[in-house]
């Protein structure tokens, strides 16, 4: 029997091993693979792409924002692992009277250390989790190391257009951020995700360099271009947002890519 608490405060207990998993989180599905749980994963959204053979292996139950219920009913499962920002309470509180549902809620890297913690403890894979956070501890202290003597600049993450968005405070990309050493202009926002004008970004925070995510919307070369009349000297990167975004093991592989956009950068 196992006795334990997820990130939103959940106390769950397991009187054994969950065998027959669903995940609602692309980035929390890739980590339960590399866990060595693929045969225990009996569902997966649309949106989970890594590995990519799983969309054809495990059956779809939806998406993030909108599942099906009676599919997820009728999969029998033992767990459903979810999130407190790719999923809405109402589809928790939907789900809870099937199977328990554990929420992760990260907006740090020592909160998706203890998520790959959690699931080592919860799917019995003590091991792997260890192993996998100690690759995320040791490339993320060589990375501070890297970071050191790298400039300060001022940053904003759009994530979305029509309204444009961009990633605000006490998300996890803010952390990331933070850990580059960009700036976010924004994260004086309310809003964790707040609507902004591109016209008024110089006097809003007149940043350095603006990111255009790849996901979740797929920005073009005339956005950038549209954005880069508005801001003048910032410079407009395109970053491939799972990096920025994803938790759980892909930041192995995300303080690595971090390391190459600053080269792209320079020092200056």
């Not at 207990?13 to 980590?31: A, D, M």
């Not at 924002?65 to 009728?74: C, D, T």
């Amino acid at each position: 029997m196992l006795t334990i608490t997820d990130q939103i405060g959940i106390t769950h207990t397991f009187e054994s091993t969950p065998k027959r998993i669903i995940s609602l989180v692309p980035s929390q599905t890739e980590t339960l693979f590399e866990l060595g749980l693929e045969d225990k994963i009996i569902g997966i959204t649309k949106f989970c792409v890594h590995p990519y053979h799983l969309k054809v292996t495990k059956l779809s139950v939806g998406g993030t924002k909108k599942v099906h219920i009676e599919k997820i009913r009728a999969l029998n499962p033992d767990i459903i692992v979810a999130n407190k920002e790719e999923n809405t309470l109402e589809i928790v509180e939907s789900l809870r009277d099937i199977c328990p549902v554990w929420v992760t809620d990260v907006r740090s890297v020592e909160d998706s250390i203890q998520m790959i913690a959690d699931f080592g403890e919860i799917f019995n894979r003590r091991t792997d989790a260890k192993n996998w956070i100690e690759k995320t501890k040791f490339n993320l202290a060589d990375f501070q190391n890297f970071i050191i003597n790298k400039p300060t600049r001022k940053s904003a993450y759009l994530i979305w257009r029509e309204p444009y968005m961009a990633a605000g405070k006490d998300t996890f990309i803010d952390a990331l951020l933070q850990l580059n050493k960009f700036t976010n202009i924004y994260a004086n926002r309310e809003d964790r995700y707040p609507e902004v004008e591109v016209r008024k970004m110089r006097i809003q925070g007149d940043p350095d360099v603006v990111f255009l995510s790849s996901e979740p919307y797929p920005f073009k070369e005339e956005h950038a271009f549209e954005i880069g009349r508005s801001t003048h000297h910032a410079k407009t990167v395109f970053v491939d947002g799972e990096m920025f975004s994803w938790h759980g093991v892909r930041l192995v592989r995300a303080f690595e890519y971090f390391k190459i956009l600053h080269d792209r950068l320079g020092d200056e």
